[in-house]
């Protein structure tokens, strides 16, 4: 069974041994389990890369853009300089 957060994925792992009971208590059914070789990991490193990796295109885009304001920039520079030597 695996259960999604914002900060971290916790996963449980059991094996069934019996349904014994069930009810409903006329909105929702409910079901009770004997399990038994639970384990419970917590796994808060998936959603910390996907958050990583969103910086990094984030920063990527953003680099992306200011080296296409200082090409323009340079560009500029480039025009000025050339009308400058023309006097």
Not at 35 to 53: L, M, N, R
Request: proline share 2%; aromatic share 10%.
């Amino acid at each position: 069974m695996e259960r999604a957060y914002p900060d971290s994925i916790e996963i449980d792992d059991f094996r069934i041994v019996r349904k014994y009971h069930s009810d409903d208590n006329g909105e929702s059914c409910f079901d009770w389990y004997e399990i038994t070789d639970h384990s419970h990991y917590v796994d808060k490193f998936t959603p910390a890369q996907g958050a990583i990796e969103t910086g990094i295109s984030d920063s990527q885009d953003a680099l992306c853009i200011l080296s296409e304001d200082v090409e323009l920039r340079l560009s500029e520079i480039e025009d000025a300089l050339c009308e400058l030597s023309k006097e």
